[in-house]
Nanobody, 117 residues
Framework: DVQLVESGGGLVQPGGSLRLSCAAS????????VTWVRQAPGKGPEWVGG????????SYADFVKGRFTISKDNATNTMYLQMDSLKPEDTAVYYC??????????WGQGTQVTVSS
């Protein structure tokens, strides 16, 4: 079955860095678009960025460009989100998602990122 398991969240000070991981099973990250989405308290989901199946082309929301980097390791079937220069407004639960051809968008359980001094 398809599973997405995020990890790596935590508490970090403004200006700090975190690296999130998304371990996938049941499909190959190297063959599909996988994305990061976040949801802050009291707000709706917000697309962060994605990495495409062909090669390693990436796309980012304007509010993270230059600060966040998405990558993947096809050998371990894992996607990453490197977050630098974190701001308090980056506080959210971060999810990785995959669009299943039959089941629609699938989400992991999420990992909490809190940016606070």
């Amino acid at each position: 079955d398809v599973q997405l398991v995020e990890s790596g969240g935590g508490l970090v000070q403004p200006g700090g860095s975190l690296r999130l991981s998304c371990a996938a099973s049941g499909f190959a990250v190297g063959s599909h678009l996988v994305t990061w989405v976040r949801q802050a308290p009291g707000k709706g989901p917000e697309w962060v960025g994605g990495i495409y199946d062909s090669g390693f082309r990436t796309s980012y929301a304007d509010f993270v460009k230059g600060r966040f980097t998405i990558s993947k390791d096809n050998a371990t079937n894992t996607m990453y989100l490197q977050m630098d220069s974190l701001k308090p407004e980056d506080t959210a639960v971060y999810y990785c998602t995959y669009i299943h051809p039959l089941r629609g968008t699938l989400w992991g359980q999420g990992t909490q990122v809190t940016v606070s001094s």
